[in-house]
Protein backbone atom coordinates (compact mmCIF):
# COMPACT_ATOMS: atom_id res chain seq x y z
CA UNK A 1 0.00 0.00 0.00
CA UNK A 2 1.09 3.42 -0.68
CA UNK A 3 2.64 5.18 2.52
CA UNK A 4 1.19 8.83 1.26
CA UNK A 5 -2.16 7.14 1.33
CA UNK A 6 -1.29 5.14 4.62
CA UNK A 7 -0.60 8.71 6.17
CA UNK A 8 -3.53 10.35 5.02
CA UNK A 9 -5.71 7.70 6.58
CA UNK A 10 -3.68 7.96 10.02
CA UNK A 11 -4.04 11.31 10.00
CA UNK A 12 -8.18 11.48 9.69
CA UNK A 13 -8.24 8.49 11.87
CA UNK A 14 -6.48 11.22 14.82
CA UNK A 15 -9.28 13.60 13.49
CA UNK A 16 -11.64 11.40 14.20
CA UNK A 17 -10.05 10.30 17.53
CA UNK A 18 -10.36 13.50 18.91
CA UNK A 19 -14.07 13.72 18.47
CA UNK A 20 -16.41 13.55 21.51
CA UNK A 21 -18.16 9.94 21.67
CA UNK A 22 -19.24 7.19 23.43
CA UNK A 23 -16.05 5.66 23.55
CA UNK A 24 -14.54 8.88 24.76
CA UNK A 25 -17.17 9.02 27.83
CA UNK A 26 -16.73 5.21 28.69
CA UNK A 27 -12.86 5.33 29.04
CA UNK A 28 -12.78 9.03 31.30
CA UNK A 29 -15.56 7.56 33.38
CA UNK A 30 -13.70 4.05 34.01
CA UNK A 31 -10.53 5.93 34.93
CA UNK A 32 -12.30 7.30 37.80
CA UNK A 33 -11.93 4.08 39.00
CA UNK A 34 -8.03 4.08 38.12
CA UNK A 35 -5.98 3.50 35.45
CA UNK A 36 -5.80 -0.05 34.75
CA UNK A 37 -9.90 -0.05 34.53
CA UNK A 38 -9.60 3.21 31.81
CA UNK A 39 -6.85 1.59 30.18
CA UNK A 40 -8.92 -1.92 29.60
CA UNK A 41 -11.93 0.09 29.00
CA UNK A 42 -9.34 1.33 25.84
CA UNK A 43 -8.71 -2.14 25.02
CA UNK A 44 -11.96 -3.12 24.88
CA UNK A 45 -12.62 -0.48 22.07
CA UNK A 46 -10.03 -1.07 20.17
CA UNK A 47 -10.75 -4.61 19.99
CA UNK A 48 -14.60 -3.44 18.58
CA UNK A 49 -12.74 -1.67 15.95
CA UNK A 50 -10.59 -4.45 14.64
CA UNK A 51 -13.86 -6.54 14.53
CA UNK A 52 -15.89 -4.05 12.73
CA UNK A 53 -12.51 -3.97 9.91
CA UNK A 54 -13.24 -8.16 10.02
CA UNK A 55 -16.71 -7.49 9.19
CA UNK A 56 -16.34 -4.59 6.99
CA UNK A 57 -13.87 -7.41 4.87
CA UNK A 58 -16.20 -10.22 5.50
CA UNK A 59 -18.90 -7.84 3.71
CA UNK A 60 -21.66 -7.84 7.34
CA UNK A 61 -20.80 -4.08 7.49
CA UNK A 62 -21.89 -3.63 3.99
CA UNK A 63 -25.26 -5.07 4.79
CA UNK A 64 -26.00 -2.16 7.24
CA UNK A 65 -25.18 0.60 4.62
CA UNK A 66 -27.30 -1.32 1.80
CA UNK A 67 -30.45 -2.61 4.98
CA UNK A 68 -32.16 -0.25 6.73
CA UNK A 69 -34.21 -2.68 8.77
CA UNK A 70 -30.25 -4.13 9.48
CA UNK A 71 -28.91 -0.74 10.49
CA UNK A 72 -32.25 0.49 12.65
CA UNK A 73 -31.54 -3.13 14.73
CA UNK A 74 -27.81 -2.56 15.55
CA UNK A 75 -28.72 1.40 15.97
CA UNK A 76 -31.84 0.60 18.84
CA UNK A 77 -29.60 -2.55 20.40
CA UNK A 78 -26.57 0.56 20.51
CA UNK A 79 -29.19 3.05 22.09
CA UNK A 80 -30.08 0.48 24.82
CA UNK A 81 -26.83 -0.65 25.94
CA UNK A 82 -25.31 3.25 26.13
CA UNK A 83 -28.65 4.12 28.31
CA UNK A 84 -28.19 1.01 30.13
CA UNK A 85 -25.11 2.08 31.40
CA UNK A 86 -26.04 5.56 32.01
CA UNK A 87 -28.91 4.56 33.73
CA UNK A 88 -27.05 2.68 35.98
CA UNK A 89 -24.80 4.40 36.98
CA UNK A 90 -27.29 8.04 37.34
CA UNK A 91 -29.60 5.39 39.87
CA UNK A 92 -26.23 4.63 42.43
CA UNK A 93 -26.80 6.61 45.42
CA UNK A 94 -24.25 7.59 48.20
CA UNK A 95 -21.25 5.36 46.72
CA UNK A 96 -18.13 6.56 45.27
CA UNK A 97 -16.15 5.52 42.46
CA UNK A 98 -14.23 3.12 44.23
CA UNK A 99 -16.80 1.45 45.64
CA UNK A 100 -18.67 1.19 42.38
CA UNK A 101 -19.24 -2.79 40.83
CA UNK A 102 -20.27 -4.03 37.79
CA UNK A 103 -20.31 -2.57 34.68
CA UNK A 104 -18.53 0.68 36.49
CA UNK A 105 -16.29 -1.21 38.46
CA UNK A 106 -12.64 -1.21 38.96
CA UNK A 107 -12.44 -4.79 37.56
CA UNK A 108 -10.34 -4.81 34.03
CA UNK A 109 -12.52 -7.09 32.54
CA UNK A 110 -15.71 -5.30 33.69
CA UNK A 111 -14.31 -2.19 31.82
CA UNK A 112 -12.76 -4.23 28.35
CA UNK A 113 -16.57 -5.21 27.88
CA UNK A 114 -18.04 -2.27 28.32
CA UNK A 115 -15.48 -0.67 25.56
CA UNK A 116 -15.80 -3.54 23.23
CA UNK A 117 -19.30 -3.64 23.22
CA UNK A 118 -19.90 0.26 23.35
CA UNK A 119 -18.16 -0.01 20.12
CA UNK A 120 -19.50 -2.58 18.58
CA UNK A 121 -23.01 -1.51 19.04
CA UNK A 122 -22.14 1.86 17.14
CA UNK A 123 -22.94 1.17 12.94
CA UNK A 124 -21.06 4.63 12.55
CA UNK A 125 -17.81 2.62 12.85
CA UNK A 126 -18.99 0.08 10.74
CA UNK A 127 -20.71 2.24 8.02
CA UNK A 128 -17.11 4.75 8.39
CA UNK A 129 -15.20 1.51 7.57
CA UNK A 130 -17.42 0.84 4.04
CA UNK A 131 -17.67 4.81 3.59
CA UNK A 132 -14.48 5.64 4.24
CA UNK A 133 -11.93 2.67 4.16
CA UNK A 134 -12.01 1.93 0.61
CA UNK A 135 -10.94 4.98 -0.37
CA UNK A 136 -7.55 3.97 0.95
CA UNK A 137 -7.54 0.85 -0.69
CA UNK A 138 -5.20 0.26 -3.96
CA UNK A 139 -8.23 0.34 -6.67
CA UNK A 140 -10.80 0.58 -4.05
CA UNK A 141 -10.31 -3.34 -3.70
CA UNK A 142 -11.41 -4.25 -0.20
CA UNK A 143 -9.20 -7.12 0.51
CA UNK A 144 -9.33 -8.88 4.32
CA UNK A 145 -5.25 -8.19 4.39
CA UNK A 146 -5.60 -4.41 3.88
CA UNK A 147 -9.09 -3.82 5.37
CA UNK A 148 -7.21 -5.21 8.16
CA UNK A 149 -4.45 -3.26 8.09
CA UNK A 150 -6.12 -0.34 8.30
CA UNK A 151 -8.07 -1.22 11.26
CA UNK A 152 -5.11 -2.23 12.88
CA UNK A 153 -4.41 1.83 11.97
CA UNK A 154 -7.69 3.02 13.30
CA UNK A 155 -7.42 0.51 16.43
CA UNK A 156 -3.96 1.72 17.45
CA UNK A 157 -4.76 5.52 17.29
CA UNK A 158 -7.71 5.40 19.12
CA UNK A 159 -6.35 3.33 22.19
CA UNK A 160 -3.26 5.66 22.02
CA UNK A 161 -5.45 8.53 22.43
CA UNK A 162 -7.82 6.70 25.06
CA UNK A 163 -4.96 5.23 26.78
CA UNK A 164 -3.54 9.24 27.25
CA UNK A 165 -6.72 10.04 28.55
CA UNK A 166 -6.79 7.15 30.86
CA UNK A 167 -3.62 7.99 32.10
CA UNK A 168 -4.22 11.80 32.88
CA UNK A 169 -7.11 10.98 34.86
CA UNK A 170 -4.84 8.67 36.97
CA UNK A 171 -2.20 11.19 37.53
CA UNK A 172 -5.31 13.92 38.24
CA UNK A 173 -7.11 11.37 40.80
CA UNK A 174 -6.45 13.19 43.60
CA UNK A 175 -8.01 16.38 42.37
CA UNK A 176 -10.62 14.07 40.80
CA UNK A 177 -11.66 12.19 44.01
CA UNK A 178 -12.07 15.53 45.66
CA UNK A 179 -16.06 14.69 46.40
CA UNK A 180 -17.57 17.80 44.73
CA UNK A 181 -15.45 17.10 41.38
CA UNK A 182 -16.01 13.31 41.39
CA UNK A 183 -20.29 13.42 41.86
CA UNK A 184 -19.88 16.25 39.08
CA UNK A 185 -17.67 14.01 36.44
CA UNK A 186 -19.68 11.19 37.63
CA UNK A 187 -22.99 12.38 37.12
CA UNK A 188 -22.01 14.33 34.36
CA UNK A 189 -20.44 11.63 32.44
CA UNK A 190 -23.29 9.28 33.23
CA UNK A 191 -25.81 11.91 32.26
CA UNK A 192 -24.01 12.14 28.55
CA UNK A 193 -23.90 8.81 27.98
CA UNK A 194 -27.44 8.38 28.84
CA UNK A 195 -28.43 10.84 26.76
CA UNK A 196 -25.81 9.97 23.62
CA UNK A 197 -28.31 6.38 24.05
CA UNK A 198 -31.51 8.41 24.14
CA UNK A 199 -30.22 10.30 20.85
CA UNK A 200 -29.22 6.99 19.27
CA UNK A 201 -33.16 5.30 19.46
CA UNK A 202 -35.03 8.74 18.80
CA UNK A 203 -32.53 8.98 14.88
CA UNK A 204 -33.16 4.85 14.56
CA UNK A 205 -36.93 5.59 15.31
CA UNK A 206 -37.01 8.04 12.59
Excluded at 12 to 33: E, K, Q, W
Excluded at 40 to 68: C, K, M, N, P, R
Excluded at 168 to 187: F, Q, S, Y
Aim: proline residues 3%; glycine residues 14%.
Amino acid sequence: MDLSLLLGFAGLCVLLALTPGPDTFLVLRFSLGGTRAGLAAAVGSATGSLLWALAVAAGLATLLEQSAEAYRVVKIAGGLYLLWLGVRALIRRGRGVGDVDGAYGVRPAAAMRAGLFSNVLNPKVGLFFVAIVPQFLPGHDVTLGATLLLGAIFAAIGFVYFALIAVAAGKAMGWLRRPRVEKTIDRGSAGIIATLGVSTLVSAAR
